[in-house]
């Protein structure tokens, strides 16, 4: 294996997986938007380069044989990033791709940045590049934020979510950069247990102290609710339908793929809450 490359290693994913790789005493290309923001990590080149500029982006992945491509925000426009940011990575003589999923990512999932995920992953498989694609389901790190004002509110009925703390996605993504035999696999990256939206608001309760519920609504009333927000329409979407997913059981997955990589169980909500 060559040398590897890293995007988004100011983010929470990103960043951890660049410090693991740095710990591990691998070389490491890390490509960000700010130079400034970059990890001062030993043996880490940094490049300036975003997903909107094929050629920086091209010039930054030169010489990168295996690439953790994290996706990008949501975004409006995140379909033709991910396009941008594959194509620099064929032109560049990149050879295999790493990239951050969702679970259940299919044309038409409920979930609409779930989409955005699919058309990416059938951009890597027209590309001739060799790619790992690691399905991430909700992370367990921002559940947390859901409880607004001590509720969870949205539609996701007596749904359930297989949730996964972003540590162990990103020890996933090392263990799938550094193995070549994880070529041309996909993996739904879940938490152990998959988790009731009422469930979570008591977990929360349990370990912060702070009164939390789940508030089910509807689907009119989730749109009613984030219409004072003043965001664009097509991430309501996203927000909404992240619920509605959970709804339809499309989240419902719990697999052993953390277990399997990184020789170690899943961390728990209560793990994170407790910040362990």
């Given at each position: 294996m060559g040398l590897i490359g890293v995007?988004?290693?100011?983010?929470?994913?990103?960043?951890?997986?660049?410090?693991?790789?740095?710990?591990?005493?691998?070389?490491?290309?890390?490509?960000?938007?700010?130079?400034?923001?970059?990890?001062?990590?030993?043996?880490?080149?940094?490049?300036?380069?975003?997903?909107?500029?094929?050629?920086?982006?091209?010039?930054?992945?030169?010489?990168?044989?295996?690439?953790?491509?994290?996706?990008?925000?949501?975004?409006?426009?995140?379909?033709?990033?991910?396009?941008?940011?594959?194509?620099?990575?064929?032109?560049?003589?990149?050879?295999?791709?790493?990239?951050t999923s969702f679970v259940g990512a299919a044309p038409g999932c409920t979930f609409t940045f779930g989409r955005d995920h699919a058309a990416t992953e059938a951009l890597l498989a027209a590309s001739g590049l060799e790619a790992t694609v690691l399905r991430n389901s909700l992370y367990l790190d921002v559940l947390p934020a859901f409880a607004a004002g001590g509720a969870i509110r949205g539609p996701a009925g007596r749904g359930r979510v297989g949730a996964v703390a972003v540590a162990d996605a990103a020890e996933v993504a090392v263990a799938a950069l550094l193995d070549e035999s994880q070529s041309g696999r996909t993996h739904d990256v879940t938490g152990p247990e998959a988790l009731t939206l009422a469930e979570v608001a008591?977990?929360?309760?349990?370990?912060?102290?702070?009164?939390?519920?789940?508030?089910?609504?509807?689907?009119?009333?989730?749109?009613?609710?984030?219409?004072?927000?003043?965001?664009?329409?097509?991430?309501?979407?996203?927000?909404?339908?992240?619920?509605?997913?959970?709804?339809?059981?499309?989240?419902?997955?719990?697999?052993?793929?953390?277990?399997r990589l990184t020789g170690h169980p899943p961390r728990t909500l209560e793990d994170v809450l407790r910040g362990r």
């Open positions: 995007t988004g290693a100011t983010g929470r994913l990103g960043g951890r997986a660049a410090r693991a790789l740095a710990a591990g005493g691998q070389p490491q290309r890390l490509v960000v938007r700010e130079r400034t923001r970059a990890p001062d990590l030993p043996g880490a080149d940094v490049r300036v380069a975003s997903y909107d500029d094929g050629g920086a982006l091209r010039r930054a992945l030169d010489g990168v044989d295996v690439l953790l491509l994290v996706s990008a925000s949501e975004a409006a426009d995140r379909v033709a990033q991910h396009r941008t940011a594959v194509e620099a990575a064929a032109a560049a003589g990149v050879r295999r791709v790493v990239y008591a977990a929360i309760e349990r370990v912060t102290g702070e009164p939390t519920r789940y508030v089910e609504e509807t689907l009119e009333e989730a749109y009613a609710s984030r219409a004072g927000l003043g965001a664009p329409r097509w991430e309501v979407d996203g927000w909404v339908s992240s619920y509605a997913a959970v709804a339809a059981g499309e989240l419902d997955v719990v697999t052993d793929v953390v277990q």
